[in-house]
């Protein structure tokens, strides 16, 4: 999925890696927009994201997988907690994904490259899911039981009215962008550091993981399937190697003489000159 030998902390980053910025700026902006105009495209099938939520919740149940209240039962313990709940699910999605990028972009603009590739695959295919497959999230689907904690305790990304909101698209909930580029956030960060603490960056997913389910706005299901994507783009999109540096080899003697060796010979110790003398007169 990765290599582990990525450039150490300590190692100036190889700016001859680094793209143009302006073309940088010019394609993250394109295709943010791309993706938030196809969003817009995908709304309208309000039917048939109810039909496919109850399908999707039928067979979570088949498969006995957890069910999403279990979590939201336990944010809802404490109003507090449910609050950074969703303030966290509100704030911090494209924020800590941007800081990333921007992180890469100067400190290690090989990992930069690569990871903006995985996220650009990955989005876009969630985007075809969403036209595909436009699913309403469990705090939309009665069977579920479930209480939609932005409209209640705030804050919240969503208009009051789904079917009519001009602001985003609340019929996207497969596959789950937002554990989505939290997996890809964590990994970035471990593949390209060689801190011992880089493996703290798997918090963020985990912690995103148990918002988006707890505030209602994703199924489990929707994280599995984001998370096969990822590993489809991992697989085929892989993190390009750094050859070792290497002496570079004598070259040969245009005199026909051979080619000094690159590691010296041991030398005899020299004899004194009393000794050579006394020697030669026996």
Do not use: C
């Amino acid at each position: 999925m990765m290599y582990a030998g990525s450039e150490p902390a300590d190692r100036e980053p190889d700016s001859s890696a680094r793209p143009p910025l302006v073309r940088e700026l010019l394609l993250v902006v394109g295709l943010f927009v791309i993706y938030k105009l196809g969003r817009q495209a995908a709304n309208g099938h309000v039917d048939e994201a109810y039909r496919n939520a109850g399908h999707v919740w039928d067979f979570e149940r088949s498969v006995h997988l957890p069910g999403e209240g279990a979590v939201q039962s336990l944010l809802l313990h404490n109003e507090t907690l449910i609050h950074l709940a969703n303030t966290y699910y509100a704030t911090v999605h494209f924020p800590a994904a941007l800081l990333f990028l921007v992180w890469l972009y100067w400190r290690r603009p090989r990992h930069y490259v690569w990871s903006r590739r995985i996220l650009a695959a990955l989005t876009g295919a969630a985007l075809a899911l969403h036209l595909l497959f436009p699913l309403a999230p469990p705090r939309l689907l009665d069977a579920a039981g479930l209480v939609d904690t932005g409209q209640v305790y705030g804050p919240t990304v969503y208009g009051a009215t789904p079917a009519t909101d001009s602001m985003a698209n609340q019929f996207a909930a497969m596959p789950s962008l937002h554990f989505g580029w939290a997996v890809m956030v964590a990994v970035g960060l471990i593949v390209a550091t060689r801190t011992r603490w880089r493996w703290l960056w798997l918090l963020h997913p985990l912690i995103t993981l148990l918002v988006i389910v707890g505030t209602a706005n994703h199924y489990w299901l929707d994280s599995i399937v984001v998370s096969a994507l990822l590993a489809v783009a991992f697989a085929a999109l892989r993190l390009p190697r750094t050859d070792p540096v290497r002496a570079p080899l004598p070259w040969p003697s245009t005199t026909g003489e051979p080619a000094p060796s690159a590691v010296p010979y041991a030398t005899e110790p020299a004899v004194p000159a009393v000794y050579a003398s006394t020697g030669a007169r026996r």
